[in-house]
């Protein structure tokens, strides 16, 4: 709006400055919003193409073993959550055996789980 084509007379400039200021304070915290999203999304999808990266080195891992070695590693994972303390027996699950597995492959390999090489 101009003052040509204003239907009053403006009464109090102030109004419009605050208006103005206002405007790019809402328009700056949106676009901070949208800033730390994108961040967010960023750090999530590198975060899954890391596990997926850790996965697919554990299965080509697990696929090259034998038959013997599987049953090793299985057992090994079983004797070191039951050393676990804290672990009762009626707790211990496929999830946790698995997870137990992979976690001694990728020690056992130097697989890294932060991306740089390092265990």
């Known amino acids: 709006m101009t003052l040509k084509n204003a239907k009053e007379k403006p009464y109090d400039f102030s109004l ?23 961040e967010k999304a960023a750090r999530t999808n590198i975060a899954e193409a890391e596990r997926r990266r850790l996965e697919d080195e ?10 013997k070695g599987l049953v090793e590693l299985r057992e090994k994972a079983l004797k ?25 492959l990728r020690s056992e390999n130097g697989i890294s789980t932060n991306g740089n090489g390092n265990p």
């Open 80 to 104: 070191k959550i039951r050393n676990t303390d804290g672990i009762k027996e009626q707790f211990i699950n496929e999830p946790l055996i698995i997870a137990k597995e992979n976690e001694i």
């Open 16 to 38: 419009l400055k605050d208006t103005i200021g206002q405007a790019i304070s809402a328009r700056h915290i949106e676009q901070q919003t949208t800033h730390k999203a994108r």
């Open 58 to 67: 554990i299965q080509k891992i697990r696929k090259g073993m034998s038959e």
